[in-house]
């Protein structure tokens, strides 16, 4: 069945949208979120609640291939890399991540866009890979951009560090054969 819109439909979806937008946007502003990186912890672009949110979701999203050769190390060095990762992106790329760290960090907007009711540090597995394939599932093109972003940011930085890259089943360049 196919779906219409109207242009009314159109301007009023665009209007809540909008309105949802700036009411999210001011909560995150008064709601006492730090603005700076944690640098106290050696971090140059994440925040401590964006660490909760990040730390929940690397198990889930490397699975069999955490904690890996780094055992205790691992969330550590996890962390450390996406941000060193995410320091380098572009400004504008670093403020839609910033944006979702804040949407992630409070309750209310965090339910409403599909996370657990509970805060980040309290959240099973189960709750975070279920989280994680409603976004990647939703109709939204937005959740999904979220899901791909996150998850490819994980992983990226995950397999770039020297211990894990042969989890990933790359065995390193070709070797050159002298003829």
């Known amino acids: 069945m196919p779906i219409t819109t109207s242009r009314r439909g159109l301007l009023?979806?665009?209007l809540l949208a909008s309105t949802a937008l700036a009411l999210g946007a001011?909560?995150?502003?008064?709601s006492?979120?730090?603005r700076q990186p944690a640098r106290s912890l050696g971090?140059?672009?994440?925040?401590?609640?964006?660490?909760?949110?990040?730390a929940a979701l690397v198990p889930v999203?490397?699975?069999?291939?955490?904690?890996g050769p780094?055992?205790?190390?691992?969330?550590?060095?996890?962390?450390?890399?996406?941000?060193?990762?995410?320091f380098n992106l572009d400004f504008y790329s670093q403020q839609q991540l910033l944006q979702l760290f804040d949407l992630m960090a409070l309750g209310p907007a965090r339910v409403i866009a599909g996370g657990p009711m509970h805060s980040w540090q309290q959240a099973s597995a189960a709750d975070v890979n279920t989280f994680l394939l409603s976004w990647r599932d939703s109709m939204l093109p937005l959740k999904r951009m979220g899901y791909t972003s996150l998850t490819k940011l994980i992983v990226n930085s995950w397999y770039a560090q020297p211990?894990?890259?042969?989890l990933a089943g790359y065995p390193g360049?070709?070797?050159k054969i002298p003829s």
Not at 26 to 30: D, N
Not at 61 to 67: D, G
Not at 70 to 86: N, P, Q, T
């Open 32 to 34: 006492g979120f730090e």
């Open 61 to 67: 999203v490397l699975a069999a291939n955490y904690p």
């Open 173 to 175: 360049p070709p070797k």
């Open 163 to 166: 211990e894990n890259i042969s």
């Open 43 to 54: 971090y140059r672009f994440l925040r401590e609640h964006d660490l909760l949110f990040l």
């Open 26 to 30: 001011g909560l995150a502003t008064f």
């Open 70 to 86: 780094l055992a205790d190390k691992a969330e550590a060095r996890a962390l450390k890399a996406l941000d060193s990762l995410m």
């Open 12 to 14: 009023k979806a665009g």
